[in-house]
């Protein structure tokens, strides 16, 4: 089975923290993504990304930025954290060429606080 | 850009099957249609998905009628642990739709 793991489950910050967020695979992808989630509102697509060291910016990429250096690790930052950004964090992954035909296999989240 | 609609919620019992309708009337040639289970505090998980008519796996159905306006997920038989929020998508390879996840259907499942 892949596995998508988070580093965190939990986190708590401080306002004008830079904060880390990070993600590993197991399984070779070349997609990977993050998501945020919020009571109401479902995931919404922050970052994506499709090779090493190339990114996209999702729907709600204000206040983020993402960095993939490896192939297996895509890594979220809040480059200055604010308290509207305490959400649940998803990281996924899927194989290959397009999104729609290939299903995203997720870690389980880091519910991040910032105080 | 196809849109999808789905319930907010539903509820059922056990031994039931449960019928999930997602809506997307703008549904383009090239679309997919895939549907994610999330049970709490966990990331959403790869149900099915499907182009046209049936598609039948271990866990679900998905019924696609003709005009691929609307899908519906069918969940045999469901248990206590189906209790989840269920999400469908549509998009296709070349854009970001296919990662659109909406609110989704909050399904509870009594005993």
């Known amino acids: 089975d892949v596995k998508v793991t988070q580093s965190s489950r939990y986190l708590v910050k401080r306002t004008g923290e830079k904060v880390f967020l990070e993600c590993v695979q197991d399984?070779?992808?070349?997609?990977m993504f993050w998501y945020r989630q919020d009571p109401g509102l479902g995931l919404r697509l922050i970052y994506f990304?499709?090779?090493?060291?190339?990114?996209e910016k999702g729907d709600i990429p204000e206040g983020y930025s993402v960095s993939r250096e490896k192939k297996e690790r895509f890594s979220l930052i809040l480059e200055s954290a604010s308290t509207n950004q305490t959400s649940m964090y998803l990281c996924?992954?899927?194989?290959?060429?397009?999104?729609?035909?290939?299903?995203?296999?997720f870690g389980d989240g880091t519910r991040l606080s910032i105080l | 850009l196809a849109k999808t609609t789905q319930p907010i919620s539903m509820d059922s019992y056990e031994g039931q099957e449960v019928n999930i309708t997602c809506s997307h009337n703008?549904?383009?040639?090239?679309?997919?249609i895939t549907w994610y289970q999330q049970f709490p505090s966990q990331g959403p998980r790869f149900i099915i998905q499907?182009?046209?008519t049936k598609v039948t796996n271990e866990v679900a159905s998905l019924f696609i009628p003709a005009d691929r306006k609307s899908s519906t997920l069918s969940l045999p038989r469901v248990s206590l642990s189906d209790t989840a929020v269920y999400y469908c998508?549509?998009?296709?390879?070349?854009?970001?739709?296919?990662?659109?996840f909406g609110s989704g259907t909050r399904l509870q499942v009594q005993p």
């Open positions: 996924a992954s899927s194989l290959g060429q397009g999104f729609s035909n290939q299903p995203q296999h």
């Open positions: 399984m070779d992808h070349e997609n």
């Open positions: 990304s499709y090779d090493v060291k190339m990114k």
């Open positions: 703008n549904i383009a040639t090239n679309d997919y």
């Open positions: 499907g182009y046209k």
């Open positions: 998508l549509v998009g296709d390879n070349t854009g970001r739709r296919a990662l659109t």
